[in-house]
């Protein structure tokens, strides 16, 4: 259902989106700006005399980062209750175990198959999983992964959480959650994992937001209207290249600065590991990022401890990347040996974690450039930079390989 074509109700959101304290990820930084201001007398300007990008909003670096602000009160962002949802929940549809709904079948794709197909059945499986998610903003990838290996790496996030090497910080984020960088090492550099073939493919064909890099935050406010205004289509960001400039070439603090300013589509951002305690409770729904909007960011799941409907799996709206509003919530409790992609402008949340051990999933994003993240250089550490650039030089070039197809592609046609 369309509630948002009204024009009183896009208002209304769009109200929502550009009032906001606009801070837009689940990151230390996300704090509130007057308790911080009162804290730190001058942080307005931000670290290193640099003001925010968005407004009274600052990107603050977690403790231990050479510019986290000593004796500030830095709250995880959202509300002042520390990120937790109090309100009524709406309606949850469950993917999988007792519980599951037929209807969540329609957000799942069977890639089983990708691993003994030829090229003709795995460009129809790239289809299949593009034509899921764009309709709905995420969609879980089945068969994908070897699951013994998937298990097998919750014992090494336990390890990197517990024993944090020399030059990692852990971030904290809202409802009592946590996040930390991962190395360029075994597991985390499998081959099957962030290089995924299948999921670089997807990611080269949907992230195509290019909106963000080069223009200010007036101006993609603006270009966000009009996308509105005209419908909402995906094929709309096409129009938009990147805009050349200083804003491009040295995007402002807490924006993201991966590839290069003069070129479209995504690149590799970071690979971390989310920790959720034990008894954590229900998160706030957010997304990810406000500014560009939708096709600017997709983020790969990849559960690490089995997921069950009650241990903090997350719950998205379909759609609502592209202002749609179902009324209820998708649960994607999903097995091992599966994986989930899904747009970072998607309305989500955590749900609550009633279970006896600590949850963990690893989650790793491709973004085009100049989007504000909160996250700034050396967030995760100065060794976790170093990992970030190592995943890169792996990742980007064959990603960036597809990303030039596509080009060419649409060039001859």
């Known amino acids: 259902m369309r509630r948002w074509r009204s024009w009183p109700a896009w208002l209304l959101f769009l109200g929502s989106l550009m009032g906001w304290p606009q801070r837009q990820r689940d990151v230390e930084g996300q704090a509130d700006f007057v308790q911080l201001r009162k804290a730190v007398p001058g942080w307005r300007r931000g670290p290193r005399g640099l003001r925010s990008f968005y407004g009274d909003s600052i990107p603050v670096p977690p403790p231990g980062h050479p510019d986290h602000p000593v004796g500030a009160e830095v709250q995880p962002f959202a509300n002042q209750n520390g990120g937790v949802d109090d309100t009524i929940a709406p309606p949850r549809l469950y993917m999988y175990g007792p519980a599951a709904s037929p209807l969540a079948r329609g957000y799942a794709v069977d890639c089983s198959a990708w691993h003994t197909s030829g090229s003709a059945e795995r460009e129809q499986l790239v289809d299949q999983v593009l034509t899921v998610l764009r309709r709905n903003g995420f969609a879980v990838l089945e068969g994908m992964v070897p699951a013994a ?41 499998a081959e099957w994992l962030v290089p995924n073939d299948l999921v670089l493919q997807v990611t080269a064909r949907y992230v195509i937001n290019n909106m963000a890099c080069g223009r200010s935050e007036e101006e993609q406010q603006a270009a966000w209207c009009q996308w509105v205004t005209q419908g909402s289509d995906m094929d709309w960001f096409y129009q938009v290249p990147p805009q050349q400039g200083p804003l491009a070439t040295e995007p402002p603090h807490g ?37 560009p909007g939708p096709f600017a960011q997709l983020t790969v799941g990849v559960p690490l401890t089995p997921l069950v409907a009650n241990n903090g799996p997350l719950a998205l709206r379909p759609g609502s990347h592209v202002m749609d509003s179902p009324g209820y919530e998708v649960v994607t409790n999903i097995p091992h040996g599966s994986i989930m992609l899904y747009d970072s402008f998607v309305d989500h949340r955590a749900v609550e974690h009633h279970g006896t051990e600590d949850r963990y999933v690893l989650y790793y994003e491709f973004e085009t450039r100049g989007i504000f993240t909160g996250y700034v250089d050396g967030h995760f550490g100065k060794e976790a930079s170093k990992s970030e650039h190592d995943f890169r030089e792996v990742v980007d070039p064959v990603l960036r390989s597809y990303v030039a197809q596509l080009q060419d592609q649409r060039i001859m046609a």
């Not at 991966?258 to 989310?274: D, K, N, S």
């Open 149 to 189: 290996e998937q298990l097998a790496m919750e014992a090494a996030a336990v390890r990197h959480f517990e024993t944090l090497p020399e030059g990692y910080f852990t971030s904290p984020l809202r409802a009592d959650r946590s996040q930390v960088h991962v190395p360029y090492e075994e597991p985390w550099s």
């Open 255 to 291: 924006c993201t600065c991966v590839g290069r300013a003069e070129e479209l589509g995504p690149w590799l951002g970071r690979v971390m590991i989310t920790k959720t305690p034990k008894q954590s409770p229900l998160m706030t729904r957010h997304r990810d990022i406000i500014l």
